[in-house]
């Protein structure tokens, strides 16, 4: 017989690329199906091109590239509508169909991701019976996206002007603060895409989403279980996660592991804001004058302060150069400092790292809780906020800042009492963060380990689209 095919479109971007290309992985190592990858790449983008590259090299899926599509957008379109209206357009649609005729095998199902949910229509013309979303967000920001309509209608004037947090039955109310800066504007083109994603997301035929039962159990039970919220969610929901990057061999040549090597177990806070996290001159002079009040060891992916974007990204002294005065002689030995591109699975999976300063960005955040590394949430934008609260107070993994970042420049004083509760101080509250980091990791892997939640969810949804028997 053959074997099942799924094809899975990914919108332009590597944080959309890479998410997909996991799932890929999880699907065919699991469920031991062919697993096509149509790319709708950014065309100019090296990191794509070696993303595909090295998943084609681990020889667990088919790799297609559909290259960079010309759209007209309006000219204050932000990347997000930008990447929306790209796969919503015909254009797109076209050259996917076109792609998929080539194909020597028809898919059965089609998985798209949260920003492809404009290409669901092509299923039919393509032949494929059943479509999903695959969300690689959390459970709560998907309870929020599609329970937006809903908002939509309920909620007079801006969602940032109400007094109270809004109500989403079964989940934790989100605060107009914690929703993401899409849905700030209604007025806005953005707003609408939005909006539209959460009309959309509830046509397909499921979602999976990256998280699991014990991590939001009670979010996931209101998006499936009969109730308000599952009654707008209409399609099945999967918690399949955590679906994240394996850690790779380290070169042992390697400035950061040889340094990492030398350190006492759970000594290092690893700060990183994730792919594209600036800060501003200010901030980044707090940061640092905070990490060396607070006395620990750090290891710091410095990117340049946002004040300095007019200087090549390559020059490693104009990143420097946004540093207090004698920080880098001062903390030398205690910290180290490096300005490209880290190889953050690896880093999170090292015995020395203790804690991690984040911007809090989903694939951030469960590279550090599968490996039990509590976080000092450092949001930035995006969903971002939403995921400091659920770590700070739903899941009790982390501590945050006072104040959003983006409000007020976080004092070097806040940033030390921050990093010294996760990584040393014993009152309770920061010996139950730890405690509870330790634990959040046991369940990420028993989530996966045959027969937990994940991995009954995702062999449930094989079988409903017949992947499976
Ligand atoms: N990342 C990395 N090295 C860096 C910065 C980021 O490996 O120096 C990876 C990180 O491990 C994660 C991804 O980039 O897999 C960032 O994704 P996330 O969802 O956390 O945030 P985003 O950058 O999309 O805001």
Same mark, same amino acid.
């Given at each position: 017989m053959d074997q099942p095919h799924a094809l899975l479109v990914a919108s332009p971007g590597l944080g959309h690329l890479i998410p997909m290309l996991e799932l890929c992985n999880r699907l065919s190592s699991f469920l031991k199906i062919h697993v096509t990858i149509l790319a709708v790449t950014s065309g100019s983008s090296l990191a794509e091109t070696e993303a595909i590259r090295a998943a084609v090299a681990r020889g667990r899926c088919e790799v297609r590239e559909v290259p960079s599509i010309d759209i007209d957008h309006s000219p204050d379109a932000t990347v997000p509508t930008k990447i929306i209206e790209t796969m919503r357009a015909t254009k797109t649609k076209t050259t996917v169909q076109d792609a998929v005729k080539s194909l020597n095998r028809k898919p059965k199902v089609m998985i798209v991701d949260f920003f492809g949910t !404009?290409?669901? *229509?092509v299923a039919d013309d393509i032949g494929v019976k059943a479509t999903y979303v695959y969300v690689p967000s959390h459970a709560w920001f998907l309870a929020v996206v599609v329970y937006l309509p809903v908002l939509d209608k309920v909620v007079e004037g801006e969602y940032i002007d109400s007094k109270e947090p809004m109500k989403i039955p079964g989940c934790r109310p989100v605060g107009p603060d914690e929703l993401m800066e899409t849905m700030l504007d209604r007025s806005d083109q953005q707003y609408r895409e939005c909006l539209r994603s959460g009309e959309e997301v509830p046509m397909s035929h499921g979602v999976l989403v990256n998280t699991w039962e014990e991590l939001q159990g009670n979010t996931l039970t209101a998006l499936i279980e009969d109730g308000e919220l599952s009654r707008v969610m209409k399609a099945p929901v999967y918690g @399949? !996660? %955590? @679906?994240v990057r394996s850690s790779g061999p380290t070169e042992k040549a390697n400035s950061i592991f040889e340094w990492l090597d030398k350190? %006492?177990?759970? *000594?290092v806070v690893f700060v990183c804001l994730g792919s594209g996290g600036t800060l501003s001159l200010e901030q980044t002079i707090e940061l640092a004058y905070g990490l060396e009040l607070s006395g620990q060891s750090f290891l710091w992916v410095l990117r340049r302060p946002t004040s300095y974007l007019g200087a090549s990204s390559s020059d490693d002294y104009q990143v420097r150069v946004g540093l207090p005065e004698g920080f880098l002689d001062r903390t030398r030995g205690v910290g180290l400092v490096v300005t490209q591109w880290a190889p953050q699975v690896e880093i999170l999976s090292h015995g020395s790292i203790g804690g991690f300063l984040s911007h809090c960005g989903w694939s951030s955040v469960l590279e550090s809780l599968t490996k039990g590394v509590p976080i000092v949430a450092w949001p930035l934008y995006a969903e971002q906020w939403m995921n400091a609260t659920l770590l700070t107070e739903d899941i009790g993994v982390a501590v945050r800042t006072s104040e959003l970042p983006s409000k007020r420049v976080i004092g070097r004083e806040e940033v030390a009492t921050l990093v010294r509760k996760i990584m040393v101080e014993e009152d309770e509250e920061g010996q139950k963060i730890r405690t509870k980091a330790e634990e959040v990791r046991a369940s990420s892997e028993r989530a996966w380990a045959q027969g937990g939640s994940s991995y009954r969810s995702l062999f449930e949804w094989a079988k409903q689209c017949r992947l499976a028997s």
């Open positions: !404009g290409l669901m *229509s @399949i !996660g %955590p @679906i350190q %006492p177990d759970k *000594s």
